[in-house]
C-alpha cells in the first residue's frame, strides 16, 4: 500500500508533496489520540479556550456560527482529512462552533504537538500550510457564491467542490459520492432556503444533470454540470489529475 493512503490526511497532503517515511511517521504520531464524536455534539464550541484542534479521520463534521438571534451559518463542511479548528487553537480563543453531522471518528491534536512536528518536519509544516491555503481559497469562493452566484449555480458548483475534495481522499468521482448532508445544511451554507434548494436539486435532476437523493450525489453529465456552475477547479491546487479524463 502507498504510504500516502495510511490515513486520509496523508493522501491529501500527497497532492503537494510526497512526504518521506519520517515525515508520514510524524504525521501517523499526530493520529495517535483518537476520539469518536457523536452526531449533533460540538467538538469545539464558539468562544471556547484552551481547546484542541482535530484531525478527522472518518465522518463529516459543520463548521458553524451562531448570530445574535440565534440564527445559524454553516461556514463550511469538513471531511476526511481536514483539520478542525486548527486556526483557532493557534490563536487560543474559537470564534465558531464543530459539530458532527453523522458519527465520526477525529485524533486530537494540542498546540505543542503541532509546533513539535513542525519543528521535527519543516516541509510538512509547508504541505500544512498548503492545505489551510487551500481551505481559504475554497472560503473565498464561497464568499462570491452565495454574494453573486445565481442559485442553480451556487448549488452545483458547491456541488463540485466537495466532488473534488472527496476525490483527492478517495471518497468521490466524475460519477458521485456518498453524501450525509440535508437539503437544511446546503440552504445554511449556500443563504437559500430549504425550499428554494429543494427547487433547485429538483431542476439539476429533471435536465438531466445530477440528483441527490438517498444520501448520495449522482451526477448524470459532469462536463455540462461545471460549465452550468462556471465551475473551475485551480483554486483547489489539485495536481492529482482524479477528476480529469485520460
Given at each position: 500500500m502507498d504510504p500516502c493512503d495510511s490515513?486520509?490526511?496523508?493522501?491529501k497532503l500527497g497532492a503537494f508533496v510526497v512526504l518521506s517515511?519520517?515525515?508520514?511517521?510524524?504525521?501517523?504520531?499526530?493520529?495517535?489520540?483518537?476520539?469518536?464524536f457523536v452526531a449533533g455534539r460540538d467538538l469545539v464550541r464558539?468562544?471556547?479556550?484552551?481547546?484542541?484542534a482535530y484531525i478527522l479521520a472518518s465522518g463529516w463534521v459543520c463548521s458553524y456560527k451562531i448570530q445574535a438571534d440565534g440564527s445559524r451559518q454553516i461556514i463550511d463542511f469538513q471531511i476526511p482529512g481536514d483539520f478542525l479548528g486548527l486556526r483557532s487553537v493557534?490563536?487560543?480563543?474559537?470564534d465558531h462552533s464543530f459539530e458532527p453531522i453523522v458519527d465520526c471518528e477525529a485524533a486530537e491534536v494540542s498546540a505543542s504537538d503541532l509546533i513539535v512536528a513542525f519543528e521535527q518536519a519543516p516541509?510538512?509544516?509547508?504541505?500544512?500550510?498548503?492545505?489551510?491555503?487551500?481551505?481559504?481559497?475554497?472560503?473565498?469562493?464561497?464568499?462570491?457564491?452565495?454574494?453573486?452566484r445565481a442559485a442553480d449555480a451556487r448549488v452545483a458548483h458547491f456541488l463540485l467542490e466537495l466532488c473534488s475534495r472527496l476525490a483527492l481522499v478517495g471518497l468521490?468521482?466524475?460519477?458521485?459520492?456518498?453524501?450525509?448532508?440535508?437539503q437544511y445544511h446546503l440552504a445554511d451554507a449556500l443563504g437559500l432556503s430549504a425550499v428554494h434548494v429543494n427547487r433547485v436539486l429538483r431542476s439539476l435532476r429533471e435536465r438531466k444533470l445530477a440528483t441527490f437523493r438517498d444520501n448520495h450525489v449522482c451526477f448524470h453529465d459532469y462536463?455540462?454540470?461545471?460549465?452550468?456552475?462556471g465551475f473551475d477547479d485551480t483554486y483547489l491546487d489539485q495536481s492529482l489529475p482524479l477528476l480529469r479524463r485520460p
Open positions: 490515513n486520509p490526511l496523508s493522501r517515511g519520517d515525515e508520514l511517521s510524524i504525521l501517523a504520531a499526530l493520529h495517535q489520540r483518537r476520539r469518536c464558539q468562544g471556547q479556550s484552551q481547546h484542541a493557534l490563536l487560543r480563543t474559537s516541509r510538512l509544516a509547508a504541505a500544512v500550510l498548503w492545505a489551510a491555503s487551500r481551505d481559504e481559497a475554497m472560503l473565498v469562493e464561497h464568499l462570491v457564491g452565495v454574494g453573486r468521490g468521482n466524475r460519477e458521485g459520492f456518498d453524501c450525509p448532508l440535508t462536463d455540462q454540470l461545471a460549465r452550468m456552475a
